[in-house]
C-alpha cells in the first residue's frame, strides 16, 4: 500500500479519491487511527491542510507544530518531509487536499528542476501563518476542486478536475512563496548546493541521452557516491533516482504527443532498444508505454 492509500485509509467521510487526489473535509471523528497503532510515517506524499477551527497537532521531520486558525493555519507537507504524527481536537474543523505519486508524475511533471534555495525553502517552510483573507482565497480554490470532481468515467470531467485541482496547488505555492522569508544561504552548505544546481541543469541538459550517474559525476569532477550523498542530503533521493524521474518526465511528456512513436521516443531518449524502453518505463511507472499513451490520449 503507497502512503498516499495509507493516508486516504485514515480518512471515513466526506472525502473524495479520483485519478490519484484526495480531496476530504476533516472532522476528528472521520480521522481514523486504529486504537493501540501508531499514527503510520509518511513520505513520498504531497498534501496540503488548512485549519478553520480548533487546533492540530502534527509532527514533520521530527519537528512538531502547534495549529490553529490564527497560527500555522497552513500546513504544506511535501515529498522531502516525513509526517509521524497527527492529532485533532474535537473541535477541529479544515480541509485537506493530497497528491498521490502517479498525479505528480503525469500531471506534474514537465517542469525545470527548481532551484537548490528552492528544495531547501520548500523543506524548511511546512507550517505557515496566513491572514484571514489568504485563507479565504483558498477556502475559495477548495470549493472549486470538490465542485469539480464530476463523474469519473467522463474524460472532460476528468481533465476539468485535474485542471482544478493543479490552479488549487499552485496558489498554494505562490501564496507560500510570497509569505515566507528568504532563507539566507549558509555558507555551510553553499559548496554542496552549487554542485546540486549544476547537477540539474546538466540533466535538463543531457538526459535525453545519457543515463549513467558516473556521466555526471565526472562533469563535476566528483565521484557518483559523493554526487548520490549530496542528492540524497537536499532532495532525499539518490542521484540514479533524480536522473531516472528527469528522464521519465521526458517519457511522460513526449507520450503525451501523438506525433511520436514508440520507438521514435525510445531513439530519441537514447535507449538501446523499444524494449529496454519498455521495460524502464513499467519499472517506474508500474505501466507499460503503450498504456499510459492509451490512458492520456
Known amino acids: 500500500m503507497s502512503d498516499f492509500e495509507t493516508l486516504s485509509s485514515c480518512l471515513t467521510a466526506d472525502r473524495i479519491m479520483v485519478y490519484g487526489v484526495l480531496v476530504a473535509d476533516l472532522h476528528p471523528a472521520d480521522f481514523y487511527v486504529p486504537d493501540g497503532k501508531e499514527f503510520p510515517s509518511l513520505t513520498d506524499i504531497a498534501f496540503q491542510i488548512v485549519v478553520r477551527s480548533g487546533s492540530m497537532e502534527i509532527e514533520i521531520d521530527n519537528e512538531r507544530y502547534e495549529c490553529s486558525p490564527r497560527e500555522n493555519n497552513l500546513v504544506d507537507v511535501k515529498p522531502l518531509n516525513r509526517v509521524t504524527g497527527i492529532i485533532l481536537s ?33 523543506r524548511m517552510y511546512t507550517a505557515i501563518t496566513l491572514p484571514a483573507e489568504r485563507i479565504a482565497v483558498l477556502d475559495r480554490y477548495y470549493s472549486i476542486v470538490k465542485e469539480s470532481a464530476g463523474n469519473p468515467g467522463d474524460r472532460l470531467d ?98 503525451r504527443n501523438p506525433d511520436y512513436s514508440i520507438q521514435e521516443i525510445a531513439d530519441r531518449l537514447h535507449f538501446s532498444d523499444q524494449s529496454s524502453f519498455g521495460k524502464f518505463f513499467r ?11 492509451r490512458s492520456t490520449l
Open 90 to 122: 474535537p473541535d477541529f474543523r479544515g480541509w485537506m487536499v493530497a497528491l498521490s505519486r502517479q498525479f505528480i508524475d503525469t500531471v506534474l511533471k514537465g517542469r525545470k528542476p527548481i532551484r537548490v534555495s528552492e528544495i531547501m525553502s520548500l
Open 158 to 255: 476528468a481533465t476539468i478536475f485535474c485542471y482544478a485541482v493543479v490552479f488549487l496547488h499552485l496558489n498554494m505555492l505562490k501564496t507560500i512563496r510570497e509569505t515566507m522569508p528568504r532563507p539566507a544561504e549558509s555558507h555551510e552548505f553553499s559548496r554542496t548546493a552549487l554542485i546540486l544546481e549544476h547537477f540539474f541543469s546538466l540533466i535538463e541538459e543531457n538526459v535525453h541521452r545519457e543515463h549513467e550517474v558516473a556521466f555526471y559525476a565526472d562533469k563535476l569532477n566528483i565521484t557518483p557516491h559523493y554526487l548520490t550523498m549530496v542528492t540524497n542530503r537536499f532532495t532525499g533521493r539518490s542521484a540514479s533516482k533524480v536522473i531516472s524521474e528527469a528522464l521519465m518526465s521526458r517519457a511522460y511528456a513526449m507520450l
Open 283 to 293: 519499472k517506474h511507472s508500474g505501466t507499460t508505454p503503450a498504456s499510459y499513451r
